[in-house]
């Protein structure tokens, strides 16, 4: 038996071969599909960077207007300690003492009653 299979001669896939043997030899991509996929990736990996990088600067900021908060919110827990301790006058003249030493702006000095500092001489 004699084998009646066949096939069309397709030029077609020669041509294709053809056309990106010459590609090739002219420094083009033989597929440029795939060249447009790695950009396309490449793209979106510096987009999800991007993303990554916002998220991180997202999570510091909010780390730190958190801290900022407890800190503030110790100074008041702590003020409001000293407050009640200077209803006590010994307590008090302690605590103005040490604030003498420690407070050297004048409008804080004047909230707790005390002198203006004078300034140290200048030495020679």
């Known amino acids: 038996m004699k084998n009646d299979i066949s096939l069309p001669h397709d030029t077609t896939f020669a041509n294709d071969r053809e056309s990106v043997y ?4 002219k420094g083009g991509s033989p597929m440029p599909g795939l060249d447009e996929k790695i950009k396309d990736l490449e793209d979106k990996l510096k987009k999800a960077k991007a993303q990554k990088q916002q998220i991180e600067r997202s999570e510091k900021t909010r780390i730190a207007k958190k801290q900022r908060s407890e800190e503030t919110r110790k100074k008041i827990l702590l003020g409001s300690y000293y407050m009640t301790k200077m209803e006590d006058e010994e307590l008090k003249k302690k605590i103005l003492a040490g604030l003498d030493k420690f407070l050297t702006r004048t ?5 707790f009653g005390l002198p203006e500092r004078t300034p140290p001489p200048p030495s020679a």
């Open 22 to 25: 010459r590609r090739n030899r």
């Open 107 to 111: 409008n804080d000095r004047a909230l």
